[in-house]
Nanobody, 125 residues
Framework: QVQLVESGGGLVQAGGSLRLSCAAS????????MGWFRQAPGKEREFVAF????????YYDDSVKGRFTISRDNAKNTVDLQMNSLKPEDTAVYFC??????????????????WGQGTQVTVSS
């Protein structure tokens, strides 16, 4: 089992920045690829960003590319999402998720076995 706890959400004006953090405990963190997803009210959960087990490969949804940066620290068992130039459409509950490392698509929520409880991000216009 892997337990994931997100932090860092909040209210920010458009154009501002937030940094989300996800702390992992349980199994060996470096065995897991990590992803960030988000879910807005009335919408399905959608992929945001991915980082592979050793940090050597990252991948972003086009909607956040160039604005968000995912990183991880395997010594601290954390994965972060730096979000810059935030827009009102980024408003959602953000979840971190973990899966056993692999080369398949990182975009599919069902591929991730472990999820945090989510943290709210609200961007005002």
């Amino acid at each position: 089992q892997v337990q994931l706890v997100e932090s860092g959400g909040g209210l920010v004006q458009a154009g501002g920045s937030l940094r989300l953090s996800c702390a992992a405990s349980g199994h060996t963190f470096s065995n897991y690829d990590m992803g960030w997803f988000r879910q807005a009210p009335g919408k399905e959960r959608e992929f945001v960003a991915f980082i592979n087990w050793n940090g050597g490969r990252t991948y972003y949804d086009d909607s956040v590319k160039g604005r968000f940066t995912i990183s991880r620290d395997n010594a601290k068992n954390t994965v972060d999402l730096q979000m810059n130039s935030l827009k009102p459409e980024d408003t959602a509950v953000y979840f971190c998720a973990g899966r056993i490392y692999g080369l398949d698509s990182p975009r599919t929520p069902a591929r991730y076995a472990y999820w945090g409880q989510g943290t709210q991000v609200t961007v005002s216009s």
